[in-house]
């Protein structure tokens, strides 16, 4: 089924630098704990750290849409209660489900084919799923795969019973993993790459007897065809394969979503977006948008952070130390898209112009064999 991509309704074009003020915004790195209200719209964030390409890659969005999502007005644990597995919570590093709702809901028709080559429980295909769609993913650990195969038959079991499947595999041989038939058919590619090997995952706050995390690793942190196990550089290389492996299954004109949460090393926020900005144009991929997925709730007064028990502690103790952070209130999503299938304008357009050009040639092969002859020359 074809498929136009709507644009969100709160998508505003303009450019990227200048605030926004009709909509919600989020300050740079966050909010302060518990209430905030807005300043800016980063593109990029501000306090962060460059990296390699971040600057061609910041000149590349300078006057693509930027849209706000509000993404989180429920809490994620209401946001998959009953439509994903316990299992599913032991994932350290899961995509918010209304992010990836909100891209298959303004970039396919139902019917459409979405495919996430890093798709851990399957958080993209369950909500492609149950919203009409078909879904295709890829993980390298065998433990989500199950958890992800397991999500998908709870979804059919409520009736959403369209075509989707699992493979395991490494994302970077997307063309050895996934079957041929698959080849240029996803209208859209939702996924978001891991950041380090260590998340936050879950804790365990025993009073008097401290904190314990769990589930806070993506796998066996030795291993390292997980790109969560490869430092920032090879992660980059990594994930930019994956984008140029997954932009031969979409269709022409199909769109790649990239969700990418803030995160920091040592204290320093480090600028991923712009990095995996980067990594799309290296993959041939054309940006389009540059969106900010909000964590927090838009309240009647500003934006009601949703941080977890680590991420409060965290800053807490950072701002006793005299470093001002903010919890952080938004992921960034990038949407790319492939160079469209010439349009039926287009291709007649194209074939006015070679014939115009035959006609040129042939006039000028004409006056050529005229002059040859010496005839009608003045
Ligand atoms: C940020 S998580 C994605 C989570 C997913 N969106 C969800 O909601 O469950 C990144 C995922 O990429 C997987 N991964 C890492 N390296 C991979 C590779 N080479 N090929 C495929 N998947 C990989 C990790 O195991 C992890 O599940």
Known sequence: MASK?????DTTRRSAARPNTSQPSVSTTGVVPDTATATTVPTPAAGTTTGAGADTAAGAVADVALSVWTTAQAAPGTQRKGLYTAESTAHPAKMLPSVA???????????DLVLDPMCGIGTTLVEAVRAGRRA??????????????ANLDLAASHGHDHDAHVFSGDARALPDVLPAEYRGSAALVVTSPPYGPSTHGQVNVVPGGGVTKYDHRYGNTLDRGNLANLGLHRLLAGFTKVLA??????????????????WREHS?????????LACGLRAG??????CVALLARVGEDGLIARGSFFQRDFIRKQREAGLPMHLIAHEDVLVFRT????????ESARRDTSSDRRRRQSATRARGSQRARGEGTR
């Open 285 to 290: 991929l054309i940006p389009v948008e540059r």
């Open 245 to 262: 492996g997954a932009a031969e299954f979409l269709r022409p004109g199909g769109h790649i979503a990239i969700t990418i949460r803030p």
């Open 136 to 149: 295709v993913g890829v993980e390298y650990e065998d433990r989500w795969v199950s958890i992800a195969r």
């Open 268 to 276: 320093e926020l480090i600028d991923l977006p712009s990095q995996i």
């Open 101 to 111: 709702a909100h891209a298959i809901a303004h970039y396919t028709q139902p019917g």
């Open 5 to 9: 991509p709507r644009r969100s309704t």
């Open 339 to 346: 160079v469209k299938a010439p349009s039926r304008s287009d």
